[in-house]
């Protein structure tokens, strides 16, 4: 009898906005499950480190330095990523902006460097890497959106429109590459306390008004994360695609 595996050893982990917080957390957890990380962000000192990490885990890593809202240089990044190790199994699109503001001040350029970030070089990425997966036969994808892409939140109009954006596009890669063995998933988490986070939800009155309509009553942790992507990751879930996964407390459960 097979029994459900989370052991993804040999696999090829492509993991963007890796640097910090979740990424960090993702790309760690993937490498501890057994992947070789490829990883990228902007801040080269802190891929550096990461890597460093990931290798004394006994795992290859390498880094690629890429501003994600210049989809040009996404795409190219990407397209690096496959020459140089000429599959991805596993893509994680973890980079995201976000810029709180109320819907009357939002700017046109925070509007256009949300989309181009959340959205549209995570689409473009996504393109050139699920061709090499639909080659493949096989390949996991993993998108991360957010609560903010299940119900509105207040001050966050450009992200919950990336966002919401996001898991419709999983939806729709779910249904066109799912023939091909390519499993199209995403995770939304609830407010998780990176540097992000914190910076969005600094004032304690936003931050109590959040935390009360969350039924666990606490803010997630890049782990609470990155135990789904691994999850989403594996062979444990070869028959889920197009799903969304909230790690909310419960946030979108009311």
């Not at 993991?15 to 957890?29: H, M, Q």
């Not at 802190?46 to 809202?69: F, H, P, Q, T």
């Not at 080659?135 to 957010?146: F, L, P, T, V």
């Not at 444990?236 to 407390?249: E, F, Q, R």
Request: net charge neutral.
């Amino acid at each position: 009898m097979k029994h459900a595996s989370f052991d993804i050893s040999g696999k090829i982990a492509f993991v963007t906005g890796a640097s910090k917080g979740i990424g960090r957390s993702i790309a760690l957890t993937l490498a501890d499950g057994g992947a070789d990380i490829i990883a990228t962000a902007r801040n080269e000192e802190e891929l550096k480190e990461l890597v460093s990490e990931i290798k004394s885990m006994g795992r290859n890593a390498v880094y690629m330095v890429a501003d994600l809202s210049n989809t040009k240089e996404a795409i190219n990044m990407a397209n690096k990523a496959l020459e140089i190790f000429g599959r991805i199994d596993i893509l994680v699109n973890n980079a995201g902006v976000s810029f709180p503001q109320p819907a009357l001040e939002v700017t046109e350029e925070a509007w256009d460097t949300t989309m181009n970030v959340n959205l549209k070089s995570l689409f473009f990425i996504t393109q050139v890497i699920g061709k090499k997966m639909i080659e493949q036969k096989k390949g996991k994808i993993i998108n991360i959106s957010s609560q903010a892409g299940i119900v509105g939140i207040e001050d966050h109009a450009a992200y919950c429109a990336s966002k919401g954006g996001l898991i419709l596009l999983t939806k729709v890669l779910a249904i066109e590459w799912g023939r091909y063995g390519v499993n199209v998933n995403a995770v939304a988490p609830t407010v998780i306390l990176t540097p992000m986070g914190e910076r969005a939800w600094a004032d304690p009155e936003k931050r109590t008004k959040m935390l009360e309509q969350i039924p666990i009553g606490r803010f997630g942790y890049p782990e609470d994360v990155a135990g789904v992507v691994l999850f989403l990751a594996s062979s444990a879930s070869d028959l889920i695609t197009g799903a969304v996964i909230p790690v909310d407390g419960g946030y979108t459960a009311r």
